[in-house]
């Protein structure tokens, strides 16, 4: 994989004493991630990556501190999400590196945290997630799963989501068409998961294929 021109987002720096800023990822990040979220075979130039800090509040209305790792070209416009999201009190529980939870997908999402890179392939197909480029964000996993059926079998991620597939319940932290994550994520051009028709991923944001493929080739 080659990058494929400069991109347009996450290249500058924003100031964190208010509490949200973005850096590129240094030593003491990459001893955080490497061997992680940062695998020895990630075919992702680590300089495309930037690290945010961000404010959150979640269903107490608590303000709490978070931090993600994303692709550079859609940093800019991920902090600017949760900035507005935050001062909406739009509530969401967690906000922690993968790294966290060993980089484990499964134990990250049964926490009902939210995050953005990590080196890793859609189950059951050998391809590279678009988390594996740092180009897709996922909120509030736990209650707005992921589901598919493959081969006659049922995924459910986080396996815990199972009881909020049914989204005609009333429950926290549900996303749901419409709604203020769903806006502020589309409009900055992202597909949302809840959307698709062949499964459901309830949880997930993503930057397009065809927006991908102008910035790389894989």
């Given at each position: 994989?080659?990058?494929?021109?400069?991109?347009?987002?996450?290249?500058?720096?924003?100031?964190?004493?208010?509490?949200?800023?973005?850096?590129?990822?240094?030593?003491?990040?990459?001893?955080?991630?490497?061997?992680?979220?940062?695998?020895?075979?990630?075919?992702?130039?680590?300089?495309?990556?930037?690290?945010?800090?961000?404010?959150?509040?979640?269903?107490?209305?608590?303000?709490?501190?978070?931090?993600?790792?994303?692709?550079?070209?859609?940093?800019?416009?991920?902090?600017e999400i949760f900035e507005k999201l935050y001062e909406a009190?739009?509530?969401?529980?967690?906000?922690?590196?993968?790294?966290?939870?060993?980089?484990?997908?499964?134990?990250?999402?049964?926490?009902?945290?939210?995050?953005?890179?990590?080196?890793?392939?859609?189950?059951?197909?050998?391809?590279?997630?678009?988390?594996?480029?740092?180009?897709?964000?996922?909120?509030?996993?736990?209650?707005?799963?992921?589901?598919?059926?493959?081969?006659?079998?049922?995924?459910?991620?986080?396996?815990?989501?199972?009881?909020?597939?049914?989204?005609?319940?009333?429950?926290?932290?549900?996303?749901?068409?419409?709604?203020?994550?769903?806006?502020?994520?589309?409009?900055?051009?992202?597909?949302?998961?809840?959307?698709?028709?062949?499964?459901?991923?309830?949880?997930?944001?993503?930057?397009?294929?065809?927006?991908?493929?102008?910035?790389?080739?894989?």
């Amino acid at each position: 994989m080659s990058a494929e021109g400069t991109g347009t987002h996450g290249s500058s720096f924003r100031d964190e004493t208010g509490g949200f800023g973005i850096r590129e990822i240094d030593g003491g990040i990459y001893e955080r991630i490497r061997g992680r979220s940062y695998k020895a075979e990630c075919t992702l130039p680590l300089r495309d990556l930037r690290y945010l800090r961000l404010l959150h509040r979640d269903l107490s209305g608590r303000t709490l501190k978070g931090e993600m790792i994303c692709n550079r070209r859609i940093a800019e416009d991920v902090l600017e999400i949760f900035e507005k999201l935050y001062e909406a009190g739009y509530p969401i529980e967690h906000v922690r590196l993968v790294d966290d939870y060993g980089a484990d997908d499964e134990a990250s999402m049964e926490d009902n945290n939210s995050s953005s890179f990590n080196f890793r392939e859609i189950v059951r197909t050998g391809e590279v997630s678009k988390h594996g480029l740092g180009l897709a964000v996922d909120i509030n996993p736990l209650y707005n799963p992921y589901w598919k059926i493959v081969d006659g079998d049922e995924i459910i991620l986080p396996s815990a989501g199972r009881p909020y597939l049914d989204r005609g319940a009333s429950f926290p932290y549900k996303i749901e068409r419409g709604d203020l994550c769903v806006r502020l994520f589309t409009k900055k051009g992202f597909f949302w998961g809840g959307d698709w028709t062949n499964r459901k991923d309830y949880q997930h944001f993503e930057i397009p294929p065809e927006q991908i493929r102008k910035w790389y080739r894989y």
